[in-house]
């Protein structure tokens, strides 16, 4: 989020539904097509839990913790919790390769999840640069899936 913005709302006088957190732009992939170059550094946790006191304050009702791969920041965990304890939807857009790691973490903080199937196993590996990151995501879909949390999948056909 640009620390310039006024996030009392957008154009035309319409509040704000959904900002975007963009945590890192890290990440543990390789895709060809990213549009968040790596090189600029990790949100600080400090600004991250201000920005969301002042989006929870103006009514703003869901955030989406993105990146690069929100899950490399550090304090993903705690900023999550401090989403949630403010009282915000959260989305998590996320590669689903870590997911994994972070299972018993992200239970309960996650309303939404959106991640990318960029193909069959070994076209989506060789676009995103990574062996074994289809079943990774396929497994990251199943577990969110699996404890009710919303997922959005972008398919590339």
Not at 3 to 14: A, F, I, K, L, W
Not at 42 to 61: Q, T, Y
Not at 101 to 129: M, P, W, Y
Request: aromatic residues 6%.
């Amino acid at each position: 989020m640009n620390r310039d913005t006024d996030v009392e709302g957008s154009p035309g006088g319409r509040n704000f539904e959904e900002l975007i957190f963009i945590l890192t732009t890290r990440c543990n992939q390789r895709c060809g097509f990213c549009c968040e170059p790596p090189g600029d550094p990790d949100m600080s946790s400090g600004d991250a839990e201000r920005w969301l006191d002042i989006v929870a304050d103006r009514g703003v009702p869901w955030v989406d913790f993105s990146g690069g791969e929100p899950l490399l920041h550090p304090d993903v965990g705690s900023l999550l919790g401090h989403a949630r304890d403010r009282g915000l939807g959260i989305t998590l857009s996320t590669n689903g390769l870590i997911v994994g790691r972070f299972r018993e973490r992200l239970k309960g903080l996650v309303d939404q999840c959106n991640t990318s199937v960029h193909g069959i196993a070994a076209t989506h590996d060789e676009t995103v640069g990574v062996r074994g990151s289809y079943d990774a995501v396929i497994g990251a879909i199943s577990s969110f899936a699996d404890s009710g949390t919303v997922v959005h999948v972008t398919v590339v056909v």
